[in-house]
């Protein structure tokens, strides 16, 4: 006999989540069994498995075996778990509804419970498990299986820091990269199209060729670098945003002076796609695992050791003994424990190392009181946009369970514009947190600058140092001289643990690698010079010495390439990441390309100053002179149209606007413009003084 059909009023979508999560518990059982765990006859529990392979969101395949009533195996597709966990917040959502109005029968009031998109992150309790987008382990497997048949968009390290607090629910309540219609109401006024407050665009890029070859509703697989498949995206919107205003309103201006708007341009993709995200897996970090959490872990940790307020410190920089001070001041005023959150994702060009740092905070973590303070590491990719990053920042702390976040002046500031000011006011992030702090949900705790007052031998907030005492103060400007120049740290200023750490993988300047990069005109003496300098170099001994000459390039690096944009970018893209492996690894790296685009020459600047210092020459003869000269006949061929774009002549050259050094050679012999390198490097602290 048919069981009754008890659920079979139950509205469509809820039938299809009952039976996505049934098939996906228990994807062996029979159709008997599977029809009874719904309550549904065989009939209509056959009708709707017909629909679900009809709408792709699972697949029936025979099983071999003795057991005919076990003939199937259902699996569900990508779209399929996709849909489930969709579905999964609908009927949440559902319930919810449900039980608030039986909440107001019962009790008479008006309301009693909220429906979850009513309730403000506020009310939702800071230690209750937070919503993650992965699927269960076991669809997980099935997923990754299927998924080996998508198409595959290989992530950005951008991406994959992105995609991993999408996944974990650090970017709560986002469920995916951004729609369109999600990113123009972020772009324009800080709000998702539902008016749920989220202030940074969270989107996938990628080239217009990858974005041709997909439609819209397609799924595909997002894999990270080594290939390894961490979700799907069931592709929604496809859109070229429009990047000046991306950058206007969310960064404060089209200047690519600013980090996020120089990504924008020239690394992000120029289509975005929007979609729901399905997780598989998170991104593997072989370093640090043990202080790494995701938001429910260090929620669980809280309720664990039972603390109820907890107030988070970001930082991308060392901790030194004023920041503990800070730290240790802000939790007891607000009587809460400390959670020192560190961003070991992507900060800003130029920044200490995430190893050196964490190593750093190890060390610090050691000098708080026990059992009030706790760190963990947050696999943020920053954009350094200032009063909108600290709203962002403050919506991951809530997300990880905190309830308290301390804002400083010039909050994840970017540094100076190309106007040599700063892009945002110094309290424009304290005041924007402030403004949006109820739906943020948790309380911004003012940074106080510290300052060390001599005669008192301690720390006091800068407004509150006694009169007539003495001030001393350590930039941070100051403190990278004296690491770079070898000079006293004193103790006053930072940990002696956390000096050595810093000096351990900051050694002076004059035993760092560093790259000298010389561009200018063919002909114009660059290779002579380069020639010229590596042999004094040599000389002084000490650091080996790699010339990587634009005709040597050309002939062992980049033989397949010839002169186009393209391919001259890519050619320096190369000697740029040699280069940068040179100085990495200590030893002095002399370049000298035509190297004509300024873009290109600034990423190659960028690359190498994560590791030591670029020295960037202008070799500056004129075209008229080069030409004069034509040692190689070259320029009388270009002239005669035998050779196509050539520099200078057919071929664009982007005078450098600030290089560390412009060579007159005109009335110059080699030796002394060497010389002028030379110099240059001393007055830099490169080379030590003879
Ligand atoms: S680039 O633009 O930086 O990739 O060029 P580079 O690798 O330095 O190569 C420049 C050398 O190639 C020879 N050559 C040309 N130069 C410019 N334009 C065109 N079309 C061209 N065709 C060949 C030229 O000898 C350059 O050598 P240098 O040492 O600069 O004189």
């Not at 994807?27 to 017909?50: C, E, I, K, W, Y």
């Not at 974990?168 to 324009?188: A, H, I, Q, R, W």
């Not at 900060?347 to 905070?361: A, E, I, L, Q, S």
Request: overall charge neutral; hydrophobic content about 40%.
């Amino acid at each position: 006999m048919a069981p009754p059909e008890t659920h079979a009023a139950l509205p469509e979508e809820d039938q299809l989540f009952r039976l996505l999560r049934q098939l996906d518990l228990a994807p062996d059982a029979s159709q008997r069994a599977t029809a009874q765990a719904l309550g549904v006859s065989l009939g209509t529990l056959n009708n709707h498995l017909r629909a679900a392979v009809a709408a792709g969101l699972i697949t029936i395949s025979e099983r071999a075996g003795p057991d005919r009533r076990q003939r199937f195996a259902y699996a569900l597709t990508t779209r399929g778990a996709a849909t489930k966990a969709r579905l999964t917040d609908r009927f949440l959502e559902r319930k919810l509804a449900e039980y608030d109005a039986l909440h107001a029968e019962l009790t008479g009031t008006e309301s009693g419970l909220l429906s979850l998109k009513k309730r403000t992150p506020l009310m939702l309790p800071n230690l209750a498990p937070i919503p993650e987008l992965y699927v269960s382990y076991d669809s997980a497997q099935k997923l990754k299986v299927s998924a080996g048949d998508l198409v595959s968009h290989d992530l950005t390290p951008r991406q994959i820091c992105d995609l991993e607090l999408l996944m974990n629910g650090g970017f709560f309540p986002l469920k995916g990269f951004l729609s369109e219609e999600d990113y123009t109401g972020v772009v324009n006024d800080m709000r998702l199209a539902d008016g749920t407050l989220w202030p940074m665009p969270i989107t996938l890029d990628v080239s217009e060729k990858f974005a041709d070859s997909i439609e819209i509703g397609q799924d595909i697989a997002l894999r990270d670098q080594e290939g390894v498949i961490l979700a799907t995206m069931t592709v929604t919107d496809r859109w070229v945003p429009n990047k000046v205003l991306e950058a206007e309103k969310v960064f404060g201006a089209d200047d690519i002076a600013h980090p996020a708007v120089n990504y924008l341009h020239h690394k992000a993709g120029a289509v975005y796609l929007g979609g729901p995200v399905t997780g598989i897996q998170q991104p593997v970090h072989y370093d640090f695992r043990a202080r790494r959490d995701t938001p429910n872990e260090l929620r669980a940790y809280f309720r664990k050791v039972g603390w109820r307020k907890i107030v988070a410190f970001q930082t991308r920089n060392p901790l030194h003994r004023a920041h503990q001070e800070l730290t240790f001041r802000a939790a007891r005023e607000v009587q809460a424990n400390l959670l020192i959150h560190p961003v070991v994702g992507m900060t800003k060009p130029g920044d200490v190392d995430h190893f050196t740092r964490v190593r750093c905070y190890e060390a610090v973590l050691d000098k708080y009181p026990q059992a009030t303070t706790t760190m963990s590491l947050l696999n943020l990719a920053m954009r350094m946009a200032g009063p909108r990053e600290a709203v962002w920042h403050g919506i991951i702390r809530r997300n990880h369970g905190c309830t308290h976040f301390i804002v400083g002046r010039d909050h994840a500031g970017p540094g100076k514009n190309s106007q040599g000011k700063d892009f945002y006011g110094p309290y424009d992030a304290q005041e924007l947190f402030k403004k949006h702090e109820a739906e943020i949900g948790l309380e911004m705790v003012d940074f106080k600058h510290m300052v060390y007052v001599q005669e008192k031998a301690q720390y006091y907030p800068a407004n509150e140092v006694p009169a007539g005492d003495t001030v001393l103060d350590i930039s941070g400007t100051e403190l990278r001289r004296r690491l770079r120049e070898g000079l006293d740290i004193p103790e006053w200023f930072s940990f002696p643990e956390v000096v050595t750490e810093l000096r351990r993988t900051s050694p002076p300047r004059s035993k760092q690698g560093f790259t000298v990069f010389f561009t200018g005109f063919s002909g114009s003496g660059k290779s002579t010079i380069a020639n010229a300098l590596m042999v004094k170099l040599m000389e002084m001994g000490g650091r080996p010495v790699t010339l990587l000459d634009g005709d040597i390039v050309r002939k062992n690096l980049s033989s397949e390439l010839g002169f186009s944009k393209e391919h001259r970018d890519l050619n320096i893209r190369r000697i740029g990441y040699v280069a940068s492996e040179i100085t990495k690894n200590g030893g002095i790296a002399i370049c000298a390309p035509i190297a004509p685009y300024a873009t290109t020459r600034r990423a190659v600047r960028e690359d190498i100053e994560a590791f030591g210092a670029f020295v960037e020459v202008h070799v500056a003869t004129s075209i008229e002179e080069c030409e004069r000269r034509d040692r190689k006949g070259l320029y009388k061929l270009a002239r005669e149209g035998k050779i196509k774009e050539f520099t200078g002549i057919s071929d664009p050259y982007d005078v450098p606007e600030h290089p560390e050094l412009r060579i007159e050679t005109e009335n110059a012999d080699v030796d002394t413009c060497a010389h002028q390198v030379l110099l240059m490097l001393e007055s830099m602290g490169l080379i030590a003084a003879h």
